[in-house]
């Protein structure tokens, strides 16, 4: 191990990481070069590991670890690690590791096996007759995933195969945080560029895998050492700060006695630590703060019996001291994604140091630590047979991965596969949103209700055709966020599977795995979609244009400019063209103020467009000559009610809407010239009106009116396609 590596493991030990104790590994070695004892006897090299065992599972079966250490040690004997070690203190010092998080007994046999098929003469036929299927099955799991460790882990493929044995038996994962762990602990006897490629590897998938596994005691133990590797000098610095630190009065501990006995005159029993920051969190707390303090370098954590005595742990805390309420959080009525449950909040002590204070049970503290290793043996039949609505059917596997083997199970591609698991991986803050029947849902921050959709219903989100958001009206493409309330309004009748469906829009607003392999899937089945067609360009009123970029015009649009100079045209359009007939396009409806451009057309006209219409990049890129146009009187009306304008209408279908949307234009003072509805789709209409307006000012003010009609979710001018108005 390299001089730095031992360092950290020093640190490490005193800021309270769990990880095996040096003393502990020299003591196996010299056991394993004793080789095995007695028929019937524990050996002394797995001595440690049962006494550690037994403090969680009283009851353990050790003669069954006895054989499976017997079998790995004969197995490995002769094998050194490149430390120098019998390659026996590996597979022991990774059950340890399990054993410390409270794994029970299955797992820790596949642990001390782990490596003995694929390192030795033993075949999974022998572990299965010895051990059974189940330990078996664990062996051969984390036999697959061996090619993870140098260099092929970017290969789609290997991840796939990983994710598959994890999704079966998630204990499989366990042992391999476990043997990545105690390869990162011992990497310095490695090649710097070897530790580099690992710890790279360990940083963009194991440590994600670790977090959503809840398992974090390795992870943070993880985070470190790759810090440690692939950032030295900002790990130096860090490391720097925590020794200055030391030296000085700590303010946790003055808060911790200062919450005892709050808690002590209350009559709560509980239990006060100082809980360190481990040396990424003390580095992100820096880069977020800047100069620390050394109430920064840690958390007070609080334990108790049971939830209520959390809440009167937090009433007492809120009522004694000042509180951030910036910081509550509360993850016990709403668990993280990764079974995670606490309250976090942070009070203001004497001196007006602020500690952050973690509140939970001694059972939540375990889970926090070990996540799913501390639910034990998902064979069991405990704790299945009642599991909530969109919970865990099975212990043992959160949400979160069920989702993800459903929709790798859907991607065939392995790069399609990989670039999604990576995607997904990446995402380290996930909001909470509260489904209308009392469910939530978990989703990552910058989730569209697209992505809820998917979430909640798999498939049947193909034909969800809008959202209330906390009561309101919202399209698809809206995003999310923390706590927010959402109902998904779904077809009524979805006989017709080519009229219900995803527009290709919905991938721009999709931002989860799995609803972008759904629509993905959806639309490759559905290329005849009518959504999907490219159709001839028309405008928003449904004329066809005569050719790109030019729209027709009734002779009520055309006015011609005075000969010999600039002139005041139509609606007050002053063109720089003597003589020309001005148009305004039918595509865009410009009204004063909007910003226009003109093109020179055939016949000696000026189109008028909006800058921001879809044309203009078309006609430029023809070659149209543009020409200097400008309102008259930017916006003034010239009270001859000649500012026409065509909007758009999206709805939800109901009986009298268009009474209702006629009645709000009328109340506008605005003049209907024309108007148009478009047959339902999937309980979505649109209208379209063409008005004349007195006053182009009065625009914004009936479009509002217009949106409040009930049902309408949009009222719009831009040209687009109704597949893009339903995203």
């Known amino acids: 191990m390299s001089a730095e590596a031992t360092d950290h493991a020093a640190l490490g030990r005193r800021r309270g990481l769990p990880r095996i104790d040096l003393r502990n590994l ?7 070069l004793l080789g095995p004892t007695a028929r019937g006897r524990l050996p002394d090299a797995i001595e440690h590991v049962a006494k550690v065992h037994r403090a969680y599972h009283p009851g353990a079966d050790l003669d069954v670890l006895r054989q499976a250490y017997v079998l790995a040690e004969s197995s490995h004997r002769g094998q050194m690690r490149k430390s120098g070690e019998p390659y ?51 062996v051969d799991g984390v036999t697959k995933l061996e090619k993870v460790d140098y260099g092929a882990a970017a290969e ?26 105690h390869n990162m602990r011992t990497l310095g006897v490695m090649r710097p560029e070897k530790q580099a490629r690992i710890a790279k590897v360990t940083r963009d998938v194991l440590i994600p895998l670790a977090e959503r596994l809840g398992v974090q005691a390795l992870k943070t133990e993880l985070e470190d050492l790759v810090f440690a590797i692939l950032h030295p000098e900002e790990y130096a610095r860090t490391h720097e700060l925590l020794q200055t630190q030391a030296g000085r009065p700590d303010p946790l ?16 029993a509980a239990e006060v630590l100082v809980r360190p920051r481990h040396f990424v969190s003390v580095h992100r707390v820096g880069r977020k703060r800047g100069e620390l303090t050394g109430a920064d370098l840690g958390r007070l954590l609080v334990l108790v019996s049971e939830d209520a005595d959390c809440y009167a742990v937090l009433g007492e805390l809120h009522t004694c001291f000042t509180p951030v309420i910036s910081e509550f959080k509360d993850f016990i009525a709403v668990p993280k994604f990764n079974l995670y449950q606490s309250l976090h909040t942070a009070v203001a002590g004497r001196g007006g140091d602020v500690a952050e204070i973690l509140i939970r049970t001694h059972q939540m503290h375990r889970v926090a630590e070990a996540g799913v290793i501390a639910l034990g043996n998902p064979y069991a039949p405990i704790e299945t047979a009642d599991a909530p609505e969109g919970e865990r059917a099975d212990p043992t596997r959160p949400g979160w991965l069920s989702r993800l083997l459903e929709w790798q199970s859907a991607t065939p591609d392995p790069d399609i596969f990989w670039t999604s698991l990576r995607d997904d991986l990446a995402q380290d803050r996930e909001i ?60 009524a009748d979805a006989q017709d599977a080519a009229s219900h469906g995803p527009s290709p829009k919905w991938l721009d607003h999709a931002r989860t795995p799995a609803a972008r392999i759904a629509i993905n899937r959806w639309l490759a089945a559905h290329p005849a ?30 006015v011609v400019t005075p000969a010999g100079g600039a002139g005041r045209g139509e609606a007050g359009v002053i063109v720089d063209l003597p003589g020309a007939t001005v148009r305004l396009a039918r595509c865009c409806t410009p009204v004063p103020p909007d910003a226009v451009t003109g093109f020179a057309v055939r016949g000696g006209a000026v189109t008028v467009h909006r800058e921001r219409c879809s044309g203009v990049g078309r006609m430029i890129a023809a070659g149209r000559k543009t020409v200097g146009v400008r309102w008259a009187d930017e916006g003034a009306s010239d009270g001859n009610g000649d500012y026409r304008v065509t909007l758009f209408a999206e709805a939800f279908s109901r009986p009298h809407l268009l009474a209702d949307l006629t009645e709000a234009i009328a109340a506008e003072g605005a003049e209907v010239v024309a108007a148009a509805v478009e047959p339902p789709r999937e309980q979505r209409v649109r209208h379209t009106y063409t008005l004349q307006l007195s006053d182009a000012g009065r625009l914004p003010a009936l479009m509002r009116a217009m949106r409040n009609v009930p049902g309408v979710y949009d009222v719009t001018r831009e040209s687009r396609s109704m597949a893009g108005a339903r995203s």
């Not at 020299?26 to 394993?32: K, T, W």
């Not at 501990?253 to 709560?268: F, K, M, T």
């Open 88 to 138: 026996i203190t590996h597979p022991l010092a990774v059950t340890l590791i399990l054993a410390e998080l409270g794994a029970e007994t299955t797992t820790l046999t596949a642990s001390l096996l782990h490596d003995t098929v694929e390192d030795t003469d033993v075949t999974l036929d022998q572990v299965g007759e010895q051990f059974g299927e189940e330990v078996r099955y664990l």
């Open 432 to 491: 909470t949103v509260f489904r209308s029947d009392g469910g939530t849902l978990g989703l990552p921050a910058g989730a569209s209700c697209v992505d809820a959709a998917y979430a909640q219903y798999g498939e049947d989100a193909h034909s969800c055709i809008g959202a209330r958001v906390n009561g309101r009206i919202a399209t698809l493409s809206t995003v999310l966020r923390d706590g927010d309330t959402l109902q998904l309004l779904m077809a």
């Open 156 to 181: 789609p493929e290997t991840f796939r195969k990983m994710l598959v044995a994890t999704g079966n038996d998630v204990r499989v994962m366990s042992i391999k945080l476990a043997d990545r762990l």
């Open 26 to 32: 020299r003591r196996f070695s010299r056991a394993a």
């Open 253 to 268: 501990a003055r808060a911790a006695e200062d919450v005892r006995g709050v808690l002590h005159e209350a009559g709560i």
């Open 529 to 558: 979609h009518p959504e999907q067609q490219t159709q001839q360009p028309r405008d928003r009123g449904g004329e066809p244009q005569t050719e790109e970029g030019q729209d027709t015009a009734s002779p009520a649009d055309r």
